[in-house]
Nanobody, 114 residues
Framework: VQLVVSGGGLVQPGGSLRLSCAAS????????MSWFRQAPGKERELVAV???????NYADSVKGVFTISRDNAKNIVYLQMNSLKPEDTAVYYC?????????WGQGTQVTVSS
C-alpha cells in the first residue's frame, strides 16, 4: 500500500488549497479513504472520509468549507479546502485501512497565515 500526498503549502486566510492523495498497491475503488490532520501540540484528528460509493462525512469544524472527493479511474482522493483559517494550519494525512491494517500517507504541511 502506498499513499502519496501532495498539494500543501502556505495560503492566506480565506484562501483555498486542494490536496491530492495518489494511491497504489490495493483496490482503491473498494476502499474507504480518509483525511486526517495534526496541528502542533494537538492530537491527530479526522477531517473527512469518503466511502467506496462516494458517501462522505466531515468533522464539524470543516463542514461546508472542505470537500472530499475521489477519482476511481486515477486512484486519487482529493481534499478541497476553501475559506481557510489559521486554525486549519496542520500537517494533513491521507489514510486507509486495508485488510484490517491502517496505512498513512507521508503528510503535507498546510499553513494558513497572512
Amino acid at each position: 500500500v502506498q499513499l502519496v500526498v501532495s498539494g500543501g503549502g502556505l495560503v492566506q486566510p480565506g484562501g483555498s488549497l486542494r490536496l491530492s492523495c495518489a494511491a497504489s498497491g490495493f483496490t482503491f475503488r473498494m476502499s474507504a479513504m480518509s483525511w486526517f490532520r495534526q496541528a502542533p501540540g494537538k492530537e491527530r484528528e479526522l477531517v473527512a472520509v469518503i466511502s467506496p460509493g462516494g458517501s462522505t462525512n466531515y468533522a464539524d469544524s470543516v463542514k461546508g468549507v472542505f470537500t472530499i472527493s475521489r477519482d476511481n479511474a486515477k486512484n486519487i482522493v482529493y481534499l478541497q479546502m476553501n475559506s481557510l483559517k489559521p486554525e486549519d494550519t496542520a500537517v494533513y494525512y491521507c489514510y486507509t485501512v486495508i485488510n484490517a491494517s491502517g496505512s498513512w500517507g507521508q503528510g503535507t504541511q498546510v499553513t494558513v497565515s497572512s
